[in-house]
C-alpha cells in the first residue's frame, strides 16, 4: 500500500442514521453476549465439566465465526445489508434460546455454531456499514462511540447475570428479548443500507490479512482475550474464593474500563501519524495487567480498578485496528476486509479459550493470568519487529 485512504479521501458528511441504527442494534446484541458468556459457562461449571471441556465448547464459537466470515459479504451482496442483518439476528435469538432446552452437553455445540455464526454476519456488516458511513478524519472518534456504546452492552450483562442468576428460564427469555430489540434500530434505517457491488475478478477475503496485519493480529489476541477470558473468569473468580455475583461485577468493571476509554483512545488515534504505536501500547498495558493480577488476585476492590484500567485499554486493540484497517482500505475492499478481521477474531476465539482453561487446568488459576500474557507477548514481539524493519506502514 503506497498511501492511506484517510490522506487520498475527501471529508463526507456524518450519517447519523446509518451510524446510530449499526451502533444501537450491535450493541444489544453486546448485552446479550455479556450475559450469555458467563451464563453459559457457569451452568457448565455447575453440570460438572472441567474448564477445558467449558473452553472447547467456547472455542466452537470460533470456528463458526471462521466458517462465517467469508459468507457476509456474498450474503449481502444478494440480499442486501439490512435484510441479512435481520435474519442473523432471528437466527441468533432462537440459538441462544435453544440452550434451555438442549440438557445434553453434545448438544451445545452446534447451538453455539449457529450463535455466532449470525454475531459473526452481524459484526462484519454493522462494522462496515459505521466505517463507510463515518468520515475518514473522524473514523477513529465513530469508531469510538460504537466500542463504547457496545462496552456498555457488554458491562451490562454480567451486572444482569449477577441480578438474575443461572438458574430458571429468565436470563435466557432476557437475552432473547434484547436480541430481537436490535432488529428495530436496523428496520428503522433499511433506506440508508450501504450496497457492497461486487468487483470482478478475484475477491478472495483472506490475502486482506496480511495486508494490514498489525490490525488482524491485534484482533486475534482481542478475541482471545476477550472470548477466554469472559468465558473462564467466573470459574477463576470461584476457585479464587469469590462468589458467582462478585466474579460478575468483576467482570462489569472491565465493561466500564472499555465505556470510559473508548472515545478518548479514539480521539487520539485520529490524531497520532501512525496508529501502530498506539496498539503496541495497548498490548504493552495487558502484558503488565496479567503480570499484576496473582500479586492482587485477593483484594477484591483492587483487583476491580486494575481491570477496569486493564480493560479499556485492552478493548482499544480492537478499536485502533478497526480503524487502522479503515485508513487503508475502502468500498468492496473494505468489506472483505473487515470479514478478514473478524476472521481473525475467530481465530482468537478458537485459541482463547483452550489456551486459558488448559492453563488453568495444568497451572491451576494462575494459568488464567499467565495464559492471557502470552497473548499480549507475542503480539508485542510481531509489533515491534513491524515497527523495527519498517515494512510498510501497516
Known amino acids: 500500500m503506497t498511501g492511506s485512504i484517510e490522506s ?35 451452568i457448565l461449571e455447575t453440570r460438572g465439566h472441567s474448564a477445558s471441556m467449558i473452553g472447547l465448547n467456547t ?17 449481502a451482496v444478494r440480499f442486501g445489508v439490512v435484510a441479512t442483518m435481520f435474519a442473523m439476528i432471528v437466527l441468533g435469538a432462537l440459538a441462544f434460546v435453544g440452550f434451555y432446552f438442549a ?40 469508531l469510538g462511540i460504537y466500542a463504547t456504546v457496545l462496552s456498555l452492552g457488554f458491562a451490562a450483562g454480567p451486572w444482569l447475570f449477577s441480578q438474575m442468576g443461572s438458574s430458571g428460564f429468565m436470563p435466557f427469555g432476557t437475552v432473547f428479548l434484547l436480541v430481537m430489540i436490535a432488529a428495530i434500530p436496523v428496520l428503522a434505517a433499511w433506506r440508508e443500507s450501504p450496497n457492497i457491488v461486487p468487483e470482478g475478478g478475484k475477491t478472495g477475503f483472506i490475502r486482506y490479512i496480511w495486508l494490514v496485519p498489525t490490525a488482524t493480529a491485534a484482533v486475534l489476541v482481542f478475541g482471545a482475550v476477550e472470548t477466554g477470558g469472559f468465558a473462564l473468569f467466573p470459574v477463576y473468580g470461584n476457585r479464587i474464593g469469590y462468589s458467582e455475583g ?56 483492587v483487583m476491580a480498578g486494575l481491570l477496569f484500567l486493564w480493560g479499556g485499554v485492552v478493548a482499544a486493540l480492537y478499536t485502533i485496528g478497526l480503524a487502522h484497517l479503515g485508513s487503508r482500505l475502502s468500498g468492496h475492499e473494505l468489506a472483505n476486509a473487515n470479514a478478514a478481521f473478524v476472521l481473525c477474531y475467530g481465530l482468537g476465539m478458537v485459541l482463547g479459550p483452550q489456551a486459558i482453561g488448559i492453563g488453568m487446568d495444568v497451572f491451576g488459576s494462575d494459568g488464567f493470568g499467565w495464559s492471557l500474557g502470552a497473548f499480549f507477548a507475542a503480539y508485542i514481539v510481531l509489533s515491534v519487529v513491524r515497527l523495527v524493519i519498517g515494512i510498510g506502514r501497516t
Open 59 to 75: 472455542a466452537i464459537a470460533g470456528l463458526a465465526s471462521i466458517a462465517a466470515a467469508p459468507l457476509a459479504t456474498p450474503l
Open 246 to 301: 462478585d466474579a460478575a461485577l468483576l467482570l462489569t468493571m472491565i465493561g466500564l474500563g472499555n465505556v470510559v476509554m473508548q472515545i478518548p483512545l479514539g480521539m487520539i488515534s485520529d490524531r497520532v501519524k501512525d496508529r501502530r504505536h498506539m496498539l503496541l501500547i495497548c498490548a504493552s498495558v495487558g502484558l503488565v495487567g496479567m503480570i499484576l493480577l496473582p500479586h492482587i488476585q485477593t483484594d477484591w476492590h
Open 103 to 142: 440438557p445434553s452437553f453434545w448438544m451445545w455445540f452446534p447451538l453455539r455454531v449457529a450463535l455466532h455464526l449470525s454475531l459473526t454476519v452481524l459484526f462484519i456488516l454493522s462494522e462496515f456499514w459505521i466505517s463507510t458511513s463515518a468520515p475518514p478524519s473522524r473514523r477513529g472518534l465513530v
Open 8 to 42: 487520498q479521501a475527501l471529508d463526507v458528511p456524518m450519517r447519523w442514521l446509518s451510524i446510530s441504527a449499526a451502533i444501537a442494534s450491535i450493541s444489544v446484541v453486546g448485552i446479550a453476549i455479556g450475559l450469555g458468556m458467563p451464563l453459559l459457562s457457569i
